[in-house]
């Protein structure tokens, strides 16, 4: 099994930033692929970022520039830089990895349990 636990959210004003993490723990082989989503109040979760373990990214039109995602060395943890950030920003964020279980040599993909990011004056 595999765990995966965010830190990071919170409150802050427009224009401010913050910067998630999320590590990944557990029977891993490799993590081929972590991501961030985010789902606001009445609303379908959608993609922010993600980033495959070549280093290869990718970002939601709506935080491109803004947004960076990166992740450490081992490639276990994800991080997601958030800058200049907007009241529109305000969602409930979601750490997502494709790993593949060192136990069973399948993939599998899982999910945090969420971190909540509010902006607002």
């Known amino acids: 099994q595999v765990q995966l636990v965010e830190s990071g959210g919170g409150l802050v004003q427009p224009g401010g930033s913050l910067r998630l993490s999320c590590a990944a723990s557990g029977s891993i082989w490799t993590v081929n692929k972590m991501g961030w989503y985010r789902q606001a109040p009445g609303k379908q979760r959608e993609l922010v970022a993600t980033i495959t373990r070549t280093g290869s990214t990718h970002y939601a039109d709506s935080v491109q520039g803004r947004f960076t995602i990166s992740t450490n060395n081992a490639k276990t943890t994800v991080y997601l830089q958030m800058n200049s950030l907007k009241s529109e920003d305000t969602a409930v964020y979601y750490c997502?990895?494709?790993?593949?279980?060192?136990?069973?040599?399948?993939?599998?993909?899982?999910w945090g349990q969420g971190t909540h990011v509010t902006v607002s004056s």
């Open positions: 997502n990895a494709d790993v593949l279980d060192s136990r069973t040599y399948s993939s599998n993909n899982y």
